[in-house]
């Protein structure tokens, strides 16, 4: 089992910037990649970022150049720094993480994000 939790959201103006964390714990050995989603007002959820083991990140075209995946490494914690925020950014904002063998997900609680001046 592995449990994740999020931190760093809230209200920023647009333009201006967050960062968001995920701490995993439980059987962090078995993650293979890990990445953030996002749920806006009436809308599917959809992937913003990924991250493999090794580095390897892959974005939405919708925040490329704005918004940055990163991980520690230690490799329990990743992180998305949010610059230039527009409007169309407030969503829910959910961590996720694959396993590697089994490709399992697992989800944190979401943390809200709200673009707004």
């Known amino acids: 089992q592995v449990q994740l939790v999020e931190s760093g959201g809230g209200l920023v103006q647009p333009g201006g910037s967050l960062r968001l964390s995920c701490a995993a714990s439980?059987?962090?050995?078995?993650?293979?990649?890990m990445g953030w989603y996002r749920q806006g007002p009436g809308k599917q959820r959809e992937q913003v970022a990924t991250?493999?083991?090794?580095?390897?990140?892959d974005y939405a075209n919708s925040v490329k150049g704005r918004f940055t995946i990163s991980r520690d490494n230690g490799q329990n914690t990743v992180y998305l720094q949010m610059n230039s925020l527009k409007p169309e950014d407030t969503a829910v904002y959910y961590c996720?993480?694959?396993?590697?063998?089994?490709?399992?997900?697992?989800w944190g609680q979401g943390t809200q994000v709200a673009v707004s001046s």
């Open positions: 991250i493999t083991r090794g580095g390897i990140t």
């Open positions: 439980g059987n962090i050995f078995s993650i293979g990649s």
């Open positions: 996720n993480a694959r396993t590697r063998i089994t490709g399992r997900d697992y």
